[in-house]
Nanobody
Framework: QLQASGGGLVQAGGSLRPSCAASGRTFSIYRMGWFRRAPGKERAFVATISASSDSTYYADSVKGRFTISRDNAKNTLYLQMNSLKPEDTAVYFC??????????????????WGQGTQVTVSS
């Protein structure tokens, strides 16, 4: 089970750090990802990190501004979001999957999902 939190309301240029707490003892074997759904749009890939944190991958729209990380000892995933823009406004979801292939940016490849946390960036 995944529980996302840490969203909120911030002005453009500000920062937020949502987190995702996982229950169970197998967090460390999953590749994790963050996705977002903006109003009126489909769920979109944001970032992903391998089980051992040795590889990360970002959507072009957030590259250089967002950083995904994880702490396997705490069963927690993070998304450091800096230089936020109004277009980053969305519900952010964490997700988990087995495997490590070309499907890492595809929502359908992820088996487990958190409930989402709202991020709102005002201009």
């Amino acid at each position: 089970q995944l529980q996302a939190s840490g969203g909120g309301l911030v002005q453009a240029g500000g920062s937020l750090r949502p987190s995702c707490a996982a229950s169970g003892r197998t967090f460390s074997i999953y590749r994790m990802g963050w996705f977002r759904r903006a109003p009126g749009k489909e769920r979109a890939f944001v970032a992903t990190i391998s089980a051992s944190s040795d590889s990360t991958y970002y959507a072009d729209s957030v590259k250089g501004r967002f950083t995904i990380s994880r702490d396997n000892a705490k069963n927690t995933l993070y998304l450091q979001m800096n230089s936020l823009k109004p277009e980053d406004t969305a519900v952010y979801f964490c997700a988990a999957r087995f495997g490590d292939d070309g499907l890492n940016a595809i929502p359908g490849a992820y088996r487990y999902w958190g409930q989402g946390t709202q991020v709102t960036v005002s201009s």
